[in-house]
T-cell receptor
């Protein structure tokens, strides 16, 4: 069974642009969550989706948004990019109802660099 | 405020030596507790988890962790480290009332010297 797939693996953008990152969860997984990883802030929760519904969102500005499709694939979008948005964006999926007691399966991430 | 603390940013250990990584949490009640490992250029992989019951839990790759309620700690250990254990290790907690997210510690980078 394929793991969590994130595309693209690397992205270079300039300030003010917008970007869309994609995540395909493991087949059968319906909960998808996103985390931002930076050297200074570590892993910060962005949002979580289940059955196309966002159930929680982290403390990020409205420039960060996401969605989930009926096949559980998810995308996140960052508009008006800032230098501080440079980070590794990790997607994770879980098999059950997305509870905090579930094992998360992480993708390898998308490394975003904003110049 | 709720928090997860990993006091050690970086640990260097000799191959074959024992390893212990510390994790402390500050939550109103005992949360779900996890240890994840991240190898360079990779996502995170679950090593082990604690929900309830036996306070010593066994995980993959020879790792174990001990939950101590009185110290609000969940320390990770391995008796004999292999060079392949060089990675970054994250302690994470999830609250039992379920807000669909995990809170991670800042991570501990482990270097293994020959």
């Amino acid at each position: 069974k394929a793991g969590v797939t994130q595309t693209p693996r690397y992205l270079i953008k300039t300030r003010g642009q917008q970007v869309t990152l994609s995540c395909s969860p493991i087949s059968g997984h319906r909960s998808v969550s996103w985390y931002q990883q930076t050297p200074g802030q570590g892993l910060q929760f962005l949002f979580e989706y289940f059955s196309e519904t966002q159930r929680n969102k982290g403390n990020f500005p409205g420039r960060f948004s996401g969605r989930q499709f009926s096949n559980s694939r998810s995308e996140m979008n960052v508009s008006t990019l800032e230098l501080g948005d440079s980070a590794l964006y990790l997607c994770a999926s879980s098999l059950g109802q997305g509870g905090t007691n579930e094992k998360l399966f992480f993708g390898s991430g998308t490394q975003l660099s904003v110049l | 405020a709720q928090s997860v603390t990993q006091p050690d940013i970086h640990i260097t250990v000799s191959e074959g030596a024992s390893l212990e990584l510390r994790c402390n949490y500050s939550y109103g009640a005992t949360p779900y507790l996890f240890w994840y490992v991240q190898s360079p250029g990779q996502g995170l992989q679950l090593l082990l988890k604690y929900f309830s019951g036996d306070t010593l839990v066994q995980g993959i790759k020879g790792f174990e962790a001990e939950f101590k309620r009185s110290q609000s700690s969940f320390n990770l250990r391995k008796p004999s480290v292999h060079w392949s254990d060089a990675a970054e290790y994250f302690c994470a907690v999830g609250i039992r009332s379920n807000d669909y997210k995990l809170s991670f510690g800042a991570g501990t980078t482990v270097t293994v010297r020959a």
